[in-house]
Nanobody
Framework: QVQLVESGGGLVQAGGSLRLSCAAS????????MGWYRQAPGKQRELVAG???????NYADSVKGRFTISRDNAKNTVYLQMNSLKPEDTAVYYC???????????????WGQGTQVTVSS
């Protein structure tokens, strides 16, 4: 019933920008944190950026200074602004959320289906 849906991926030239969005929907009591991961062929899935509901952020070294994660808690939505894109940023980007469905329930991790980002040289 809980669903994370990514949008905003696509094809862009090196040096360009994209803005990814991820909206969490369904029965949600609280979200502790949301983040963006990516996976390229032949590589492990890696954390790109994460943000807590309170606004604390962390980034992979490879994207610091270029990417910015933000959130709108009222909309249960997280964003990833990607600037100065490089071909090595090409990957499937996945949204992740650590959330609680009810006040008495436990915390669970949910994943979106992913959105393709391709950066041409």
């Amino acid at each position: 019933q809980v669903q994370l849906v990514e949008s905003g991926g696509g094809l862009v030239q090196a040096g360009g920008s994209l803005r990814l969005s991820c909206a969490a929907s369904g029965s949600i009591f609280s979200i502790a944190a949301m983040g963006w991961y990516r996976q390229a062929p032949g590589k492990q899935r890696e954390l790109v950026a994460g943000i807590t509901s309170g606004g604390s952020t962390n980034y992979a070294d490879s994207v610091k200074g270029r990417f910015t994660i933000s959130r709108d808690n009222a909309k249960n939505t997280v964003y990833l602004q990607m600037n100065s894109l490089k071909p090595e940023d090409t990957a499937v980007y996945y949204c992740n959320g650590n959330l609680k469905r009810t006040v008495l329930g436990g915390w669970y991790v949910y994943w979106g289906q992913g959105t393709q980002v391709t950066v041409s040289s």
